[in-house]
């Protein structure tokens, strides 16, 4: 009883601040928030990030002893939602540096970084940073080359391309990960390291001039021979995808939370014009297209908002959360958040495409999320190999975890029938490797779409109102729309033509438009060879 009492005492005083922070967001972003400006200087403002950090949201999880806000999974995602619904760059500011910089030096870090850095980076005094990707190694993280090797002294020297790393350039602490090797030359497995900005052969690579997010910089990362000592192992030797991967869950969950936010901004925008613009006698709000997609966009909020709650619950109440429903988090929520922001250009017509407008930005920044933490395509196949090689796992997870017998039964069949489909088609080895991939990301998609259908249930049978079961409905229509999908009969007619006939095909258009590639020079950024110091 004592502890309950103390979980409802520190969930409520989590509430009220997060409420706070909300309520002073809303007035803060209309007098001193330009996302505009920000997005064409391509540079956050500078003043935000020390208001940001001044009010705790760069520390969100901390703990106040530590200098943070301390709070509870569901008030922080709150606060990114709001914020997500402000500017989509700026929540996903605020969430890297949450999720994939301060959270594994929370949780992993040795106590002697905590004591040396937590405070600051909590504070928003400084910022931290994750590099994971490489030139060869983006949506397979397993494929990362950087090598840290023992250097005879109890440490390593790390050496690697780490590249596309957010807020790396104006981070105190870098997040980074390489395979150990020991003094005879073996391998321990891919570690995690934070390693501070200042140590001597880390260098600050060019920033990469995005498509979206243009205010948050996205930077290459150099590791030359840079010294770590124990201290500065995140977690344990070679458990560093472990690591990485709860960091990266936490990330997708809260670019789900930021879909919310920026789908909720989407029908406000879509309402806002439809009411108000009229084609002819009638206003948009009233023709049938309109009224489809801002009923499809509402249905569409409803579901990921009862997928994100059903995740977060088990999360504060420090209950395991199983692996695939994170996947369905970022497979599901960026499609829909996309497919709002092409709708809302779309409605807009002309004035969708004029910058000043809003619509524009949010379409550039809501493309990242497609993207990041793993495309849409490489997490369906991941989710789709475990429906139709490992059934009994993913559909454990729809019962144990959701209750939902009849989803998975569903799930079950369809995989069964998918595997029997590719068994009986007498295909040649290549074909039959194809098919095999087709199927899965087709599997995929029912598994996904079910872990969703099963959430918004979950969510009805806890609160039943009519506006959820409309949202059941609009799940429902779209799981059986994906299962009609994977038990098509003339899956193996989806197999395209092989690589050579694609090359030879694309290489003959150089005929008919050329193959032409710009090479005027653009504006000078060398430096005066009379001015260099090394001239």
Not at 183 to 197: D, N
Not at 349 to 360: K, L, M, Q, V
Not at 415 to 440: D, F, G, T, V, W
Request: with cysteine; proline share 3%.
């Amino acid at each position: 009883m004592h502890f309950n009492s103390q979980s409802q005492s520190w969930e409520s005083s989590s509430r009220q601040r997060a409420e706070e922070i909300i309520y002073w967001l809303r007035d803060y972003a209309q007098r001193r928030i330009n996302s505009r400006l920000m997005d064409e200087r391509r540079c956050i403002t500078p003043h935000i990030v020390l208001d940001f950090g001044k009010k705790g949201l760069l520390g969100m999880l901390v703990p106040q002893s530590s200098g943070g806000l301390g709070l509870t999974y569901r008030d922080m995602f709150q606060i990114v939602e709001q914020l997500a619904a402000i500017d989509l760059n700026l929540a996903s500011f605020v969430g890297v540096n949450n999720a994939l910089g301060v959270y594994p030096i929370l949780k992993y870090a040795t106590p002697e970084i905590k004591e040396t850095y937590l405070k600051n980076l909590a504070e928003g005094r400084d910022l931290a940073a994750f590099a994971i990707t490489e030139p060869c190694a983006g949506s397979n993280p397993r494929a990362i080359k950087a090598e840290a090797h023992a250097d005879g002294n109890d440490g390593w020297l790390l050496s690697g391309t780490k590249i596309w790393s957010g807020s790396a350039s104006w981070s105190t602490m870098i997040n980074t990960f390489a395979h150990v090797i020991d003094e005879q030359g073996e391998s321990l497995g891919v570690t995690a390291f934070t390693i501070p900005e200042n140590a001597p052969g880390l260098r600050q690579g060019a920033e990469a001039p995005t498509m979206g997010m243009r205010g948050m910089v996205q930077n290459t990362v150099h590791l030359e021979q840079v010294k770590a000592n124990r201290e500065n192992v995140l977690g344990e030797i070679g458990s560093g995808f472990a690591v990485a991967q709860d960091a990266m869950q936490l990330g997708r969950l809260g670019i789900a939370v930021m879909c919310i936010g920026g789908m909720k901004r989407c029908a406000q925008l879509m309402l806002r014009y439809a009411t108000r613009r009229s084609i002819g006698m009638e206003r948009l709000i009233h023709q049938q297209i309109t009224l489809q997609r801002l009923s499809d966009l509402t249905a569409a909020i409803g579901a990921v908002e009862c997928l994100v709650n059903t995740i977060t619950t088990p999360l504060d109440e420090g209950k395991s959360v199983p692996p695939e429903a994170y996947l369905v988090t970022k497979i599901i929520a960026p499609e829909l958040m996309w497919q709002a922001a092409d709708n809302l250009v779309q409605l807009l017509g002309g004035r969708g495409y004029i910058e000043s407008n809003i619509a524009p930005q949010i379409f550039r920044d809501a493309r990242l999320f497609r993207i990041f933490e793993g495309p849409t395509e490489t997490l369906q196949m991941h989710l789709g190999l475990l429906a139709l090689y490992h059934t009994s796992q993913l559909c454990s997870s729809l019962k144990e975890f959701l209750g939902a017998t009849a989803i998975s039964d569903k799930l079950q069949h369809t995989a069964e029938y998918c595997a029997s489909y590719l068994k009986n088609q007498n295909l040649s080895r290549s074909n039959n490797k194809k098919l095999s991939k087709i199927l899965s990301q087709k599997l995929g998609d029912v598994a996904a779409w079910g872990f969703v259908l099963a959430c918004i249930q979950k969510s009805y049978q806890n609160q039943p109102s009519n506006q959820l079961k409309l949202i059941e409905q609009w799940g429902q229509q779209n799981f059986q729309a994906k299962i009609a999908n994977a038990m098509n009969n003339n899956l193996s007619a989806e197999i395209v033509v092989d690589t050579n006939q694609v090359e030879n095909l694309i290489n003959q258009y150089a005929e008919m438009i050329g193959n032409v590639e710009q090479t005027m020079a653009g504006e000078q950024d060398k430096l005066d060879e009379y001015l260099c110091n090394n001239a």
